[in-house]
């Protein structure tokens, strides 16, 4: 990844802050480095109520789908690789399926890719 984000997981946070009225914060532990004691705040959606809360469990499920994404694409890798390996022209027998594309595409953007 380009740069890390702030490391999971997240939760859509219980109070909402003086600083964004009527935005309702997405929280992570602070990492003890930071200097802070308890929840710091990773994103303030807005909206109305029940969008509002879906995308912020939509926004505080990001780091759990991240790893989920990773994990299933290198599994793929492997796969890949010894297909590739066992194969008698050196390739793998099928190419990726349009969910692993999509995993592929989602991984790039989180990375800052295209």
Do not use: C
């Not at 807005?46 to 969008?51: L, T």
Request: charged share 20%; hydrophobic share 45%.
């Amino acid at each position: 990844m380009s740069a890390a984000h702030t490391a999971g997981p997240w939760r859509v946070g219980g109070e909402r802050t003086s600083l964004r009225p009527g935005s309702l914060p997405v929280q992570a532990d602070a990492p003890p480095v930071r200097g802070s004691v308890g929840p710091v705040d990773v994103a303030y959606v807005n909206g109305f109520a029940g969008e509002q809360e879906a995308n912020a469990r939509l926004i505080a499920a990001a780091p759990t789908l991240l790893e989920a994404l990773s994990e299933i694409v290198a599994e793929r890798d492997r796969v890949i690789a010894e297909e590739s390996a066992m194969s008698p022209i050196g390739q793998p027998m099928f190419d990726d399926s349009f969910g692993i594309k999509l995993a592929r595409a989602a991984l790039a953007a989180a990375e800052g890719g295209a």
